[in-house]
Antibody, heavy 117, light 108 residues
Framework: QVQLQESGPGLVKPSGTLSLTCAVS?????????WSWVRQPPGKGLEWIGE???????NYNPSLKSRVSISVDKSKNQFSLKLSSVTAADTAVYYC??????????WGQGTLVTVSS | SYEVTQPLSVSVALGQTARITCGGN??????VHWYQQKPGQAPVVVIY???NRPSGIPERFSGSNSGNTATLTISRAQAGDEADYYC???????????FGTGTKVTVL
């Protein structure tokens, strides 16, 4: 069974860049799935950030598109998220997930990222 | 962009039936998926593509989708069903995924 694990700094300064990595185990990132990032601000709902295919093709939430970049590293079986020019509004639990056609069937446990000086 | 709306909260008596709606323009033409999220945990899909249950999800969970409303039904509600529930659709015209606003289910 596939497992996903997020990692990265838990604290990012305002105007900085948030960087997270999702390690995939129990399956190949080069298989026929998309790989997604979803976030959840404290006490709020889920927000889709974007997704990537192993070919490098990506889709992004239009509200974040100017600040987001998702990349894939097939040699390490992982994919990554970069979110630039962060503010306190970007404080959230960030989840990575596997996409089965059009929904997320496996999720990481999530990692809290706080934007604060 | 496509928007989906859910009621903020739904209450159900123990053993009774809860229905959670997900509204959107002609949502019946889209695949709707439902996630359950308990405090401090990642979401878990309980219904995919309108009415399909993943293995391990109780038969008490069912789904339907028609017109402008999709519905998640929890029959014989149990205390363990207390959670936030989110619907999600895929906007094929843009390839974006959209989550509903979320519904908190309380079992009384």
């Amino acid at each position: 069974q596939v497992q996903l694990q997020e990692s990265g700094p838990g604290l990012v300064k305002p105007s900085g860049t948030l960087s997270l990595t999702c390690a995939v185990s129990g399956g190949s990132i080069s298989s026929n799935y998309w790989w997604s990032w979803v976030r959840q601000p404290p006490g709020k709902g889920l927000e889709w950030i974007g997704e990537i295919y192993h070919s490098g093709s990506a889709n992004y939430n239009p509200s974040l598109k100017s600040r987001v970049s998702i990349s894939v590293d097939k040699s390490k079986n992982q994919f990554s998220l970069k979110l630039s020019s962060v503010t306190a509004a970007d404080t959230a639990v960030y989840y990575c997930a596997r996409v089965f056609v059009d929904y997320c069937d496996f999720w990481g446990q999530g990692t809290l990222v706080t934007v604060s000086s | 962009s496509y928007e989906v709306t859910q009621p903020l909260s739904v209450s159900v008596a123990l053993g009774q039936t809860a229905r959670i709606t997900c509204g959107g323009n002609n949502i019946g033409s889209k695949n709707v998926h439902w996630y359950q999220q308990k405090p401090g945990q990642a979401p878990v899909v309980v219904i995919y593509r309108d009415s399909n249950r993943p293995s391990g999800i109780p038969e008490r969970f069912s789904g339907s989708n028609s017109g402008n409303t999709a519905t998640l039904t929890i029959s014989r509600a149990q205390a363990g069903d207390e959670a936030d529930y989110y619907c999600q659709v895929w906007d094929s015209s843009t390839a974006w995924k959209v989550f509903g606003t979320g519904t908190k289910v309380t079992v009384l």
